[in-house]
């Protein structure tokens, strides 16, 4: 009976000592597998047992249970000023301050939904063409044969082996299987190499490597020795094959996917397909931002009624330009000169030509710029790239933040043009799951969401494929309509939300994950909710501890401290005011926490009913008053 006594976890989190911060040599057991809430008035000290005693010494623990060599990267924690704590376990803390302010954050990747998403697509989307919206199928070998002697005749083509894409690491058995093959090229990162070179790759950067497998010129008669080459590089590449055009656009093709009409052959659909942190799902244009910073005209030229002479171009690096001693005016000059406009014009009275000349260049004609400098004088031939291009270029090229964050105010944020703002490239967007692509379904709000998912339609095969990811998608689309999140979409940013809102996206990860004997410390999750929503989180609350978990709760809110699913209440009163004088030594015994409901009487107004738990010292004591209310 005694080993089994021994066995069974601690009942409670025993603090001994604590002097953090307001705590003045503060005890307490707090009951472990329990909703508990700590309540108190303002500098009590209720976020400092909580936040900077409890679980820093719990985060402080599991980083002292790391490897020295992982210790190394995360840092030191310093030891919270308390004498002992027993009891604890992992400490995860979910406030409203951690927000993710990164841009590419979104709702559907904090929660981690998007992720079974991408998994989701990769296994079940069907592929269509992104240029006719066809279904796309697989490419035989005579099918690519066909394409590639459509090149027209005299074409120089190199057949490439994409044996590494996108990977990390030094990749030597790879290069050493190439040379002991026979093959002589290969193309690594976009350079050629001899394999009979000594090649060193950086293991900490991402790699692409192709193995040049035949090089043909495109002619009557080769189909025997490009139907063998082609099968080479299928079985080298599991079914990719790279066609790189001497002096043209390189084309892939695919015995997985192609478009017969179009030509268009798309890779094999992989998860990172649709992640737009991916450079393999991302949109190239706006590598997966969904947006621009776009140097705008109308910022760069406010005040259109004024003359270039006088100061209507304000962009940084030619405000200078009205100056006749400078070499922006000197090549404003010779624009003038050659295309017959006057600098004192107003810059709204330009014609389009003109318009368009200046702000976007001459199209690589050139003009003869006369200047004449602190080094003398000379004709400079000069190709005007146009204001925008010009700003571009210096903005890309200056190494000083101060400049760039200067460049930035003429710059406005626009949609991205190629993708229209769904960061992922059109090939990933033309895949659909119920006729619909991925940005459609994680644009949907969480309401509707969850409604589409109870009633899509899939294939006998699809379902058998999907079913245990989509029971996961459900699950957590669910855990976020339990706290009051069903108006939000996976793809909105979570640098828009507000901290109630973090918070409760972090609560449902959490239920999401399944943890069990972790110990949660929430400050004030019901600040700023409408009573209905306040219902949500507390059931969402019960569910976490349900699973297990320890919940350690700072909060004010009466309604949340009466609820039925409030294990403990930990109350605090402040030293009275006639204690205060005393010296410190004597004032740390005399620090009582008051108990209110000492009567039936008070305990029938509050609705606690009142048990005092056994083992605790009595009322009136350096303890902290524990009130039983379920």
């Not at 009891?87 to 995860?92: T, V």
């Not at 079974?116 to 990769?122: C, H, M, N, T």
């Not at 933040?401 to 960061?423: A, D, L, V, W």
């Amino acid at each position: 009976m005694e080993e089994a006594k021994k066995m069974r976890p601690r009942e409670y989190i025993k603090i001994r000592g604590a002097n953090e911060h307001n705590l003045k040599n503060i005890n307490v057991d707090i009951p472990r597998n329990e909703l508990v809430v700590l309540t108190g008035m303002s500098g009590s000290g209720k976020s400092s047992l909580a936040f900077d005693t409890i679980y820093a010494e719990g985060q402080r623990r599991y980083m002292e249970s790391l490897s020295s060599y992982a210790r190394q990267f995360l840092g030191q924690m310093e030891k919270p000023n308390v004498e002992s704590i027993e009891g604890l376990s992992p400490a995860i803390s979910i406030d409203q301050k951690s927000t993710n302010r990164n841009p590419r954050s979104t709702v559907g990747t904090v929660t981690e939904i998007y992720d079974y998403f991408r998994l989701l697509y990769a296994r079940i989307g069907i592929p269509h063409c992104p240029k006719c919206g066809r279904e796309i199928a697989k490419q035989t070998v005579d099918q690519m044969v066909d394409q590639i002697m459509n090149m027209g005749e005299g074409t120089k083509i190199q057949l490439l082996a994409p044996v590494v894409r996108g990977r990390k690491g030094e990749h030597a058995k790879v290069l050493e299987r190439a040379k002991r093959s026979g093959y002589v090229r290969v193309r690594i990162d976009g350079s050629m190499y001899e394999l009979t070179e000594e090649i060193k790759l950086d293991k900490n950067i991402k790699h692409n490597i192709d193995i040049v497998v035949d090089r043909l010129v495109v002619k009557d008669g080769i189909q025997r020795r490009l139907t063998d080459s082609i099968e080479n590089v299928l079985e080298l590449a599991e079914g990719l094959l790279v066609v790189d055009v001497i002096g043209g656009e390189p084309a892939t093709f695919s015995q997985s996917f192609s478009c017969p009409d179009c030509g268009i052959s798309v890779s094999e659909v992989e998860p990172r397909s649709f992640s737009f942190n991916n450079p393999f799902g991302a949109c190239p244009v706006c590598f997966g931002l969904g947006y621009k910073m776009e140097f705008d005209e109308d910022l760069m030229i406010p005040d259109k009624r004024l003359s270039i002479n006088e100061g209507a171009i304000t962009v940084m690096g030619w405000q200078s330009c009205a100056d006749k001693s400078s070499f922006t005016n000197a090549i404003l000059r010779a624009l003038a000169k050659e295309y017959n406009f006057d600098l004192d014009t107003p810059f709204q009275d330009y014609p389009q030509k003109i318009h368009d000349i200046l702000i976007h260049g001459t199209n690589g004609k050139e003009v003869l710029v006369h200047y004449t400098g602190q080094r003398g004088s000379g004709v400079y031939p000069v190709a005007f790239e146009g204001l925008i291009k010009n700003v571009e270029r210096r903005y890309r090229e200056t190494a000083s933040e101060s400049s760039k964050q200067e460049y930035e105010t003429f710059m406005r944020i626009t949609p991205c043009k190629e993708c229209k703002g769904m960061r992922l490239k059109k090939e990933s967007l033309a895949v659909t799951v119920c006729d619909k692509n991925i940005y459609e379904i994680t644009s949907m709000s969480i309401r509707d969401l969850q409604k589409f998912l109870d009633t899509m339609t899939l294939t006998k095969q699809q379902q058998f494929i999907g079913e245990r990811v989509l029971k996961e998608i459900r699950a957590r689309v669910g855990f976020l309509v339990d706290v009051g999140l069903e108006y939000l979409s996976l793809a909105r940013a979570t640098a828009t939300l507000s901290g109630g809102e973090a918070q409760r996206i972090r609560l449902a990860t959490q239920i999401g994950s399944g943890l069990v004997g972790v110990c949660y410390i929430l400050d004030e999750p019901s600040i700023g909710l409408h009573q209905r929503d306040n219902d949500k989180l507390l059931n969402t609350l019960k569910n976490l501890r349900d699973l297990g978990n320890t919940l350690v709760v700072v909060e004010h809110d009466e309604d949340t401290m009466l609820q039925r699913i409030i294990s403990w209440t930990l109350v605090r009163e402040p030293v009275p005011t006639a204690e205060r004088s005393l010296p410190a030594a004597q004032r740390k015994r005399s620090c009582r926490f008051r108990n209110p409901l000492r009567d039936s009487t008070s305990a029938a107004k509050s609705g606690f009913p009142y048990r005092r738990p056994e083992g605790l010292p009595p009322a009136g004591s350096k303890y902290w008053e524990l009130r039983k209310t379920t």
